[in-house]
Nanobody, 114 residues
Framework: QVQLVESGGDLVQPGGSLKLSCAASGSISSINNMAWYRQAPGKQREFVASIMKSGTTNYGGSVQGRFTISRDNAKATVYLQMHSLKFEDTGVYYC????????WGQGTQVTVSS
């Protein structure tokens, strides 16, 4: 079992920056990769970024060049640094971990508004 807790969501102006955190606990040694997804009101959940155990990263097209995913293995935490935020980045951001099965966090709200 893996538990995930996201934090860092906030209200931010367009063009601003925000950093999200996802702290994992439980069977963290079994985690193969972790990712961030987001869901805007009335839309399907979409992929944002992922990071493998090896450190290899992957990004969704809409955030490429603006967002950076990283991990601190000692703290069992994954981060999502977001820059140049746009209105369309608004949504609930979820942390996802894969360790023989998929685990999700409860989400953290990011609102980009002037």
């Amino acid at each position: 079992q893996v538990q995930l807790v996201e934090s860092g969501g906030d209200l931010v102006q367009p063009g601003g920056s925000l950093k999200l955190s996802c702290a994992a606990s439980g069977s963290i040694s079994s985690i193969n990769n972790m990712a961030w997804y987001r869901q805007a009101p009335g839309k399907q959940r979409e992929f944002v970024a992922s990071i493998m155990k090896s450190g290899t990263t992957n990004y969704g097209g809409s955030v490429q060049g603006r967002f950076t995913i990283s991990r601190d293995n000692a703290k069992a935490t994954v981060y999502l640094q977001m820059h140049s935020l746009k209105f369309e980045d608004t949504g609930v951001y979820y942390c996802r971990a894969f360790a023989s099965e998929v685990y999700w966090g409860q989400g953290t709200q990011v609102t980009v508004s002037s």
